[in-house]
Structures are given as C-alpha cells and as structure tokens.
C-alpha cells in the first residue's frame, strides 16, 4: 500500500561508480579499475541529486564508491547538491588527496570525508586493502586533512581476524585526528562471500559491541557501530542511550543505496532491487516499493527477530540474514533470545 506521508530518508548513499585503485578483500561491490557498464552520467547524477532534494527536510547524502575521486565530475556533482541545500559527505580511500583537492572538496560543500582503516599498522592494514603501501596512504591523507582543516571519521570493517585489534584500530583512528569511529561488522557479500577465515562468532560479535559501548561511555568518543543493529539492544541493556542512537537496521527506512547503475536497494550490503531511478521516481521507489514495505512492517519477520522485544531499536541485519537466505529472517550473529521465546521455547526462533 502506498505510504504517502512516509518520513523521508534521513541518508541516501549513491554509488557514483565502481572504479578504485584498491583491491580491498571485504568490498561488497567487487570494485574494478575502471569504471563499470551502465553508471549513471553527469545529467542522470544531476537529476537524482534534485530529487533527493526535494523531501523535506532533505536527507545528507554520500558519494561512495567504488572511489568516487575517481569520477571526473566528482566535485561538480558534490557542488550541485550543495547549492540544492543538502548535506553532502564524500567516502574515499583517500589515494588521490593532495592539498589542492582537499581544498577544493571543502569549496565544493563537502561537510565530512571518511577514510578507511582495518589494521593497527602496515601490515595488517595493507593485506586487508590489497595494495602495498594502503596504509601510508592512509596516514598521508590523514594529515591533510587535517591541516585543510575538514573533518574526517575513520570506517573500519570488524572481522574474526582483526577483532583482536579493535581498541588500537581505534586509538589509532583517534590519534590521526579522526573526529568519530564508525565499525562495520563484515557482511558476506560481494568480495566478502569468499572470505579465506573463519567467520565472527555470534557472542564474539556481542562482546565487541560491549567493548565499544563501554569505550563510548568511558572516552566520550563519537562511535557508531554500523551493521552492527545490535548495538542499540545493548546501549538500552546498559542504561546508556545516547543522543546519536536511532534504530539499528535503516534499510529501507531511513536509509537508501542507489547503485551505481540506478537501482535502489535498502543498503549497499542488501543486493535486492527496489527500483530503478531510470525508470521512476525516487520518492515513489521509496515510499511503495514492495520491498521496503516488508522491511517496515513486523508482521512480516520470521524467526526471533519479529518475536524480539528490541524490534523498534535493533531489527536485526537484514543484509546477513538475506546472506543466510532470507531477508525477513533471523540476524544470524546475535545471541539474544528474545524474551517471548524463553516464555513460550516451543516457538520456533
């Protein structure tokens, strides 16, 4: 059923291509050298950009990649949705940042960059990205960012092999100047569905998450844990919901991907279309698409996560349960049993 007065998305994260000069072991969109078949030209970036800020109040929005930086039209694109009053963010591997284009970018209207770090140091950093010397890179880009003076958090994709690493990653992270720390926990898709080593365990998951809740209360750190819905479960268990908490998985619903060829997905880690922008409206893909339509609506959820009394808050990842074959399905990594299923066990979970 259509949802005229839906609220809009409060981000919409466009993948302006799939180009990039890294060979990152996690990427879930498999990026290439070049440029892929199909990404939507200067006029077609230009009109998503006018649609996007056409909602009110107008959602921020990420140019993503692939690394956008390599788009030519990058910072015409940035400037655009500047002028049309939306909040724009730009994600880089940082590779192609000088002092010249810091400056620019800041002149385009960028309000924050993210850079990526997966290790505490070279090596670690430099095996997990797939180029040598990734991780001075980091650091160089780092440093100009700083001295250009815009602001810049760290990205860091938690697995089984670096979780031990997780507090000097983020000290790390904080001693470069970052201004937040935003933890991915790994999604198997894309590059990531081939990963060589064993996968999180499910209270291993849990107690990262509890490691970076009391890290956020003792430092007073900007941290957001990212595909991690779970986070929000544990904030509330702990007493300590901040003013930056909101509902964990925004697939759908605060959330939107539009792909590097225009198709709208409820995240970049969940490879179901929900429309194309070629052939529709972006407000109507997002308030009607039947999709969406199932990831906001409980009734819909199968397993514990549609029994769970944290459903509001949390609601589970839907892009590892969609990895395990359903999308509407359990979150595979949270331990939690809900507490309808320790009333009634004979509940399937």
Request: a positive charge; aromatic letters at 6%.
């Amino acid at each position: 059923m259509p949802r005229a007065n839906l609220p809009p998305p409060r981000l919409v994260a466009w993948e302006t291509t799939r180009a990039c000069d890294l060979a990152c072991r996690h990427c879930r969109a498999e990026a290439r050298p070049g440029p892929a078949p199909g990404e939507l030209d200067a006029k077609e970036g230009a009109e998503l950009l006018r649609q996007i800020s056409l909602w009110d109040p107008p959602p921020m929005v990420i140019l993503s990649g692939g690394e956008p930086l390599k788009r030519p039209d990058i910072l015409e694109l940035a400037s655009l949705g500047t002028s049309l009053g939306l909040r724009m963010l730009l994600s880089t591997n940082g590779t192609a940042l000088d002092p010249s284009l810091v400056r620019a970018l800041k002149k385009a209207g960028i309000k924050r960059l993210s850079l990526s770090l997966d290790g505490h140091d070279a090596a670690s950093h430099d095996a997990f990205r797939g180029v040598r010397g990734a991780f001075a890179s980091l650091k160089r880009s780092a440093r100009l960012l700083v001295e250009g003076d815009l602001p810049f958090q760290i990205n860091s994709t938690v697995t089984a092999g670096n979780l031990k690493d997780l507090v000097a990653i983020q000290d790390l992270a904080f001693s470069l100047g970052a201004v937040a720390h935003h933890i991915f926990l790994l999604v198997p898709v894309g590059r990531a569905k081939d990963w060589d080593e064993a996968p999180l365990e499910p209270q291993d998951y849990e107690n990262a998450l509890l490691l970076l809740k009391d890290r956020e209360i003792s430092l007073q750190l900007e941290i957001k844990a990212t595909c991690a819905p779970q986070y929000q479960r544990i904030s509330r268990e702990k007493g300590q919901v901040s003013a930056r908490s909101g509902r964990g998985c925004l697939g759908g619903q605060g959330f939107l991907f539009i792909s590097h060829d225009g198709i709208a997905q409820a995240c970049g880690y969940l490879p179901l279309p929900a429309g194309n922008v070629r052939a529709e409206p972006l407000r109507e893909i997002y308030q009607n698409s039947p999709l969406f339509g199932d990831l906001r609506d409980r009734a819909r959820y199968r397993g514990k996560c549609g029994l769970c009394e944290y459903f509001k808050v949390c609601g589970g990842c839907r892009a590892r349960a969609h990895a395990q074959g359903d999308c509407l399905g359990p979150e595979p990594l949270c331990p939690h049993l809900p507490q309808a299923l320790r009333r009634s066990p004979d509940v399937a979970p």
